[in-house]
């Protein structure tokens, strides 16, 4: 086993395929593909389909959590995805706020019902082009260029 994690690939999901298939335990599992069990476990309760309408069809499936697992990595960030939090955040950073205390603000007053931590909050203001409108990072992108 590495002691870098790296994402699972198409490879091992189809591998991992075969062993569910084969109802091979998870220890082994895991031993085959090189990886810790606490890896493999996940993999398999997040990425498992599952059909309401037809729930023989329910298991793992390698292309399918292949699918399941890369749209989970491509999803937009929280702040993205909704503007209106993300311009209270930004309003209440530009009155000095921390981002401890907007955090909890946020939760103790119910001012959304989307739940953000801190840490959403600091990896916002540290990504320079989430936290400037299109048109701001499109000028600074002009001005480091020049």
Known sequence: MSRC?????LADRRRLYQLV??????????????????????????NTFHDRELPEYDGYYSTVAHDIS????CRLRKLRRHPALRTQIINQLEARWSPEQIAERLLSDGLSRIRVCKETIYRFIYSKEEYMT????????????A
Do not use: C, W
């Open 5 to 9: 994690y790296t994402q699972i690939t």
């Open 21 to 46: 298939a084969a109802k091979v335990p998870v220890n082994e599992m895991a031993r085959q593909l090189g990886r810790h069990r606490s890896t493999i476990y996940p993999e398999i309760k997040r």
């Open 70 to 73: 890369r749209d989970r990595r």
């Open 134 to 145: 299109p048109a701001e990072a499109f000028m600074a992108h002009l001005q480091d260029g």
